[in-house]
């Protein structure tokens, strides 16, 4: 039998990227799958893919940037799915550019959905994990630690969501809840985002040097669903960034400062808008650049996170 069988499990951001994996990972470890996003043909392709693996499928067209959206879809998933045991959060948005050039809209924008409105699904969602025992995943960033220039309103977002799940852990651990929440922070990751990122100039920043595969960062969200972790960094790399961080900051602050200045360099023009406010609907879950397994997650987590996926 396989590790979640029956498992009724909520994944946001499940159009692209590491929701759009973590709708076939979660399927493959025989959950039941509700898939919300805003692009309907993504979410279509994800549902099928998690099919293909023998269990039920449903789709919820959604952008969670409201309370009123994110507890509609979550009210639609208990419906549909009959319960809830798992929420999987990987719902994102981002904008590109130095803090004065950013519009405030589009800063704001960026909190509402990365933040915000994990907040409001988490909320709408914990009565019926309450009644399950069940469990919060959900995708961080290695910018919940480590801050980066041009990207400011994503690392407060990501460094809030951190601070709300740490708080909200103590909170249900004092009066003796049985949901546990996991968090998983990635390094960068080969995800359809950087083909689309909002820029606030007419050029997209230049993609990371190295990328991880958005597959190994949706099993390590499967493997905290079936033993939970308060929080987990997926990728050597990503670690080393955070240690250097947190214990060489003098140094570390110049290094990030040659970063902002490498991001800069990109040349590739921006799309209009982005995946800001409209969706890209992508139904994939690769950039199609070089994103690769993670040897650091397979040693925490075991052989889940390998290839092939």
Known sequence: MNALSGQRVLITGASSGIGFAAAEA???????????????????RAAAAARGHGVDAYVI???????AAAEDAVAAAVDALGGLDVLAWSAASMIYGQFPDVDPDDFDRTLDVTF?????????????????????????SIMAKVPLGAFSSYAAAKHALRGFLGSLRVELMERGSPVTISMVNPGAVDTPLWDHVSSAYGTRPRNP???????????????????????????????????????????ADR???????????????ADDAGALWASTDEGRARGGRHGRPSLWGALRLGRRMLPPY
């Open 255 to 269: 290094v990030l400062v040659l970063a902002n200045r490498y991001y800069a360099t990109g040349r590739i023009p």
């Open 26 to 44: 979660f399927a493959r470890a025989g959950a039941d799958v509700a898939l919300v996003a805003r692009g309907r043909a993504g979410l279509e």
């Open 61 to 67: 067209t959604a952008d969670l940037g409201t309370r």
């Open 209 to 251: 040097p190295d990328l991880y595969a958005p597959e190994a960062m949706a099993n390590a969200l499967v493997a905290c669903a079936i033993r939970p972790r308060a929080e987990i960094t997926v990728g050597g790399e990503a670690r080393v960034i955070e240690l250097g961080f947190a214990f060489v900051r003098p140094i």
């Open 116 to 140: 915000g409105a994990a907040v409001d699904t988490i909320r709408a969602a914990l009565p019926h994990l309450e009644q399950s025992a069940g469990t919060i995943t959900v995708t961080g």
